[in-house]
């Protein structure tokens, strides 16, 4: 291994038997992160990771998915994981499930196993688990996938490789203007239209909710305080609750007729509150300036 592999992402290489779980494993780690490459030709995985090194980094981790469609399987996946052979800290991942799992999930996506030939399901399994063997034996980490259902896989490979930083929540606040329509990847949606609106005060028409004289003005009505102290005490708690179910991103639209004051306000003071209480958040203003 090189001197300075340690200094370098991680590389995971997924792998394992059909039906198991190898694409769920992939987007958990994409969610956490890693820059995927899904069917990778294991003849590849050098180039792979010499490319990621030169676009995005030494410090990019990146994780592989690699199958029997490679062809050369174990020999060639097994001469690119020789000992520094990327020069970076690698794990390897097999994921397992027991035959009648496998039939099972494989007849429910009625998709063919990629070995199955002329014959049955049952008969593809049974040459992958041959072509794997050796594979399996070496392998840094198995997960047997067959009593766990798609949040429990992705909780098994968040505790295995997610950081506290990737295991966060991270929260988007954003302002909008109904006249534009709501933000299509919206969670929760609030509406500021319950209170007075700014354009209609002459010395705050062509500020906007970023101004602290608007700030203040949209702060001070009356329900603002007690929006606030109502709402984002839901959203810590809807928060904690993705955060259980392994979800990691949400976004919250606060909006009024232009997006220009009152959301714009609100969303600063939200996205400050939730802040404070320990949550990754950004604040964003789709319309400001559409006006």
Known sequence: MTADAHDRGELVVVTGMTGA?????????????????????????????????????????IAVVVDVRSGSFFQSLQANLAQG????????????????????????????????????????????????????????????????????LTDRIAESFGTPDTLSLRVTVTSFGFKYGIPVDADYVADMRFLPNPHWIPELRGLTGKDGSVSSYVMEQFGAAEFLDGYVPVLEGVAAGYLREGKRFMTVAIGCTGGKHRSVAMTEEIAARLTKAGYEVRATHRDLGRE
């Not at 190898?22 to 010499?50: F, I, M």
């Not at 800290?89 to 030939?117: I, N, S």
């Open 21 to 61: 779980g190898r694409s769920t494993a992939a987007k958990e780690l994409e969610d956490l992160g890693y820059y995927v490459v899904d069917n990778l030709p294991p003849s590849l995985l050098r180039d792979v990771v010499r490319l990621v090194d030169e676009s995005r980094g030494l410090g990019q981790p």
């Open 85 to 152: 052979a990327t020069g970076r800290r690698t794990t390897l991942v097999f994921l397992e499930a027991t035959d009648d799992v496998l039939v099972r999930r494989q007849e429910a996506a009625r998709r063919p196993h990629p070995l199955q030939g002329a014959g049955r399901l049952l008969d593809g399994l049974q040459r992958e688990r041959v072509v794997l063997a050796d594979l399996r034996s070496e392998a840094d980490l198995v997960i047997d996938t067959s009593g766990l259902n798609v949040h429990q």
